[in-house]
């Protein structure tokens, strides 16, 4: 079942092995990783989902920076997960409550669906190492480090997000993999609205 922590836990997917990349790439730096992110507009693909207790799931993943996320799971799951306004909703079609609602902002997602990604920030970098084909960088909110941490692995020319691993406040992980991640293109707004949504389900 899609919870809260399945959420914090791995909402992160990028393709399952496919993090090859250029031999003995260089390490990126944190500017260069902050730039991509913040030039990451819009994207869209598939996703793999590693679940803390090893399951798998898949689906389609959204993003629109700043703010918003969309992860559609397939059957036999079939939630949907999806951050705007501030908020991330949790939608469980075999629930008749609604959805269940937290904020953005406690979830290590924030960082990268950040305004301003500024991975320079002090104390919010506890991690930066690369094995010569990728980059790998682990991020917290250095304000609120109890909240948990994101892992993010990058391949280089071009610089691409693969993977990410989040890592829950009681230290519970899950690791998403993209699929044919497309960066660009136009995602209507409507796709993060938990309102609407909740209405369109009968919540």
């Known amino acids: 079942m899609t919870t809260r922590r399945h959420f914090l836990a791995g909402t992160a997917a990028?393709?399952?092995?496919a993090v090859a990349g250029p031999a003995q790439a260089q390490q990126l730096s944190?500017?260069?990783?902050?730039?991509?992110?913040?030039?990451?507009?819009?994207?869209?693909?598939?996703?793999?989902?590693i679940n803390g207790d090893g399951t798998l799931s898949t689906g389609q993943i959204y993003i629109k920076r700043p703010g918003k996320i969309r992860f559609e799971y397939?059957?036999?799951?079939?939630?949907?997960?999806?951050?705007?306004?501030?908020?991330?909703?949790?939608?469980?079609p075999r629930s008749n409550t609604g959805p269940e609602r937290y904020p953005l902002n406690q979830t290590p997602?924030?960082?990268?669906?950040?305004?301003?990604v500024d991975?320079?920030?002090?104390?919010?970098?506890?991690?930066?190492?690369?094995?010569?084909?990728t980059t790998t960088i682990t991020a917290q909110d250095p304000e609120n480090p109890q909240y948990g941490n994101i892992q993010l692995v990058f391949t280089a020319n071009p610089v691409e997000?693969?993977?990410?691993?989040?890592?829950?406040?009681?230290?519970e992980t899950t690791t998403v993999i993209l699929n044919d991640l497309v960066a660009g293109g136009s995602i209507s707004d409507a796709k993060f609205n938990i309102i609407a949504e909740t209405n369109a389900r009968g919540g």
Do not use: K
């Open 14 to 17: 990028i393709a399952l092995g």
């Open 74 to 92: 397939n059957p036999p799951d079939n939630s949907l997960v999806m951050a705007g306004g501030g908020s991330v909703a949790i939608f469980d």
């Open 30 to 49: 944190l500017g260069e990783v902050s730039n991509y992110l913040n030039g990451l507009l819009t994207a869209q693909g598939g996703f793999t989902q």
């Open 109 to 116: 997602l924030s960082i990268i669906l950040a305004r301003n």
């Open 161 to 171: 997000l693969r993977q990410w691993i989040v890592t829950d406040d009681v230290g």
């Open 119 to 133: 991975l320079g920030r002090a104390q919010m970098v506890t991690g930066h190492t690369s094995d010569g084909t």
